[in-house]
Structures are given as C-alpha cells and as structure tokens.
C-alpha cells in the first residue's frame, strides 16, 4: 500500500474511516474493556500483575486512538469553491487546513504511541 501524499491525506483518512465505519462500537466497547483489565490489575496489586496494568492500557489507548480517527474522518470539510463568497471560501480553507493538522498529529501521535507501546513491552 503506498502512502498517500500530503495534499491526499484527508481523502485517505475519509476512505479508511468510511471502510471501517462498522468496527466504532466494537473499538469503543475493547477500549473500555482494557480499562476495565487495567483497573482490576490496578486494584490487586501484585507484581505479576504489572504486566497485566501495561497491557490493558496500551490496548485501551490503540483502541480510543482508530476510534477517534474513524470518528474524525468520517466527513471531509466542504470544498472551496471558487463561486462561494470571500468570507465562505476563507472559512472552508482554514477548515481544511485544521483539518490536514489534525490528520497529521493524529499520525504523529500514533508514531508516539507505537514508540511508547514497544518500550512498555519490552522493558
């Protein structure tokens, strides 16, 4: 799979969330699961349960992190036309634009999260 160009990152992402659109509530409901997992090895507080406490969360944040992205991108940000009115093309391209930021931190904040999860695991 080649990686999308910056400029067709958004119509990328808009793609993804729309294919996986079905597995929202299933991310959700394992999100809160791993939670649910990291609370109780929370609460016991043994040492053979650190493991347990690092599992959990990790899978609860990779969970809430494709959540929020097929969450984010379900809708792309109307297009700028170049028959819209002044004030309406500048508001759909700042639109646009914090959109394409938040394309790119959620990336980034998955580089860090991939970074995080292989130190966690094998510390």
Same mark, same amino acid.
């Given at each position: ?5 910056? +400029? ?21 409901? #394992?999100?809160?699961?791993? !939670? =649910? !997992?990291?609370?109780?090895? $929370?609460? +016991?507080?043994?040492? #053979?349960? +650190? $493991? ?9 944040? &990779? ?10 991108? %379900?809708?792309?940000?109307?297009? =700028? ?8 093309? =500048?508001?759909?391209?700042?639109? #646009? &634009?914090? %959109? ?7 990336? =980034? !904040? ?14």
């Amino acid at each position: 799979m080649n990686l999308p160009r910056p +400029d067709q990152l958004l119509q990328f992402l808009h793609k993804l969330a729309l294919m996986l659109g079905w597995l929202r509530p299933i991310l959700l409901a #394992l999100a809160v699961m791993g !939670v =649910v !997992v990291s609370g109780k090895a $929370m609460l +016991d507080g043994s040492q #053979l349960y +650190d $493991m347990q406490l690092k599992l959990g969360l990790l899978f609860s944040l &990779w969970c809430l992190i494709l959540y929020a992205t097929l969450q984010l991108f %379900r809708q792309l940000p109307p297009p =700028v036309l170049p028959k819209l009115s002044l004030y309406e093309r =500048v508001r759909n391209r700042l639109n #646009l &634009w914090l %959109r394409q930021g938040l394309a790119v931190f959620i990336i =980034v !904040v998955t580089i860090i999260l991939f970074r995080v999860s292989f130190r966690l695991l094998t510390i």
